[in-house]
Nanobody, 115 residues
Framework: QVQLVESGGGLVQTGGSLRLSCVAS????????MGWYRQAPGKQRELVAA???????NYADSAKGRFTISRDNAKNTVYLQMNSLRPEDTAVYYC?????????WGQGTQVTVSS
């Protein structure tokens, strides 16, 4: 089993920044991929950014140039640095991990960007 705990969400003004953290209950190097997803009210959950165990990254077009995903294996933590936030970034952000062909999810953290 894998537990993922997100933190770092909150209320921020347009143009502001937040850094989300996701702490895993086991060594994250064992995960094939870790990612950040988000779900806004009335919308489907969508991928924001992902990072592989080898360090390769992938971003949604909406996140490119503004968000950065990174990992700290020693702390079993994956981060999402979000800059130049916009009202349309408002959503619940979820951390995910792929481990032994299973997907695990955190409980989510709310990000609200005011205009």
């Amino acid at each position: 089993q894998v537990q993922l705990v997100e933190s770092g969400g909150g209320l921020v003004q347009t143009g502001g920044s937040l850094r989300l953290s996701c702490v895993a209950s086991r060594n994250i190097f064992s995960f094939n991929v870790m990612g950040w997803y988000r779900q806004a009210p009335g919308k489907q959950r969508e991928l924001v950014a992902a990072i592989t165990s080898g360090g390769s990254t992938n971003y949604a077009d909406s996140a490119k140039g503004r968000f950065t995903i990174s990992r700290d294996n020693a702390k079993n933590t994956v981060y999402l640095q979000m800059n130049s936030l916009r009202p349309e970034d408002t959503a619940v952000y979820y951390c995910s991990a792929e481990f032994k062909r299973n997907d695990f999810w955190g409980q989510g953290t709310q990000v609200t960007v005011s205009s």
